[in-house]
C-alpha cells in the first residue's frame, strides 16, 4: 500500500488583501471548480513570475541607460566647442586642428594663420567661429564665403596664393 505525504495546510491570514480582489477570486474558483488557496497560489506565483521578469527587464534598460548616458557623454566631450583665445599671433597645421577633439572657436586673436595643409572639409569640421580678431589669414584653397560664414568681428581676411 502506497502513503502519500499530505502538507499539512493551515489556514493564512493577509493582511491588507483588498476585498475585491479576493471576492474575484473567490467568483473565479467557482466558475473553474477550484478552490480559492490554488487560485491565489497561482495569482501569487504568476506575480512573482513577472516581478522577476521585470527585475530583470529594469536591470537591463537601467544598464542600457548608462551605456547610452557614457556615449552621450563622450559624445559632448568630442562635440563641445573648445575656446582658443586672447593670443597674439597664432598658426594652426592641419594635424594641430585636427588634434582638438571637437569643433574650435577662436576668440580675441591679434593674427590668426591657418597653414596651407588645412583643407577645405577640416576648416569647415573643426572652426566653429572666429570672432573679435584683427587678421585671419588662409590659404586659397579655402573659399572666402566659408571663411566669411564663420567670421565676426574680423578686421581683415588676408588669402595666400
Not at 466558475?31 to 497561482?42: L, P, Q
Not at 530583470?56 to 566631450?77: D, H, M, P, V
Request: hydrophobic share 40%; charged share 30%; glycine share 6%.
Amino acid at each position: 500500500m502506497e502513503e502519500k505525504e499530505e502538507k499539512v495546510k493551515r489556514p493564512i491570514s493577509i493582511r491588507g488583501l483588498d476585498e475585491d480582489a479576493y471576492k474575484g477570486i473567490v467568483e473565479l474558483a467557482k466558475s473553474t471548480g477550484e478552490n480559492v488557496g490554488k487560485i491565489a497560489s497561482e495569482a501569487f506565483r504568476l506575480y512573482l513570475a513577472m516581478a522577476s521578469a521585470g527585475e530583470k527587464a529594469l536591470r537591463t534598460a537601467s544598464n542600457a541607460l548608462k551605456e547610452i548616458g557614457e556615449a552621450a557623454a563622450e559624445g559632448l566631450k568630442k562635440t563641445s566647442p573648445r575656446m582658443v583665445s586672447n593670443i597674439g599671433e597664432l598658426s594652426l597645421s592641419a594635424s594641430d586642428l585636427k588634434s582638438f577633439e571637437g569643433p574650435v572657436a577662436f576668440s580675441r586673436i591679434g593674427h590668426l594663420v591657418f597653414e596651407d595643409d588645412v583643407s577645405e572639409e577640416l576648416f569647415r569640421e573643426k572652426v566653429l567661429t572666429i570672432v573679435n580678431c584683427e587678421v585671419v589669414e588662409v590659404p586659397k584653397t579655402i573659399p572666402k564665403p566659408l571663411v566669411l560664414s564663420k567670421a565676426k568681428f574680423v578686421k581683415r581676411i588676408d588669402t595666400r596664393s
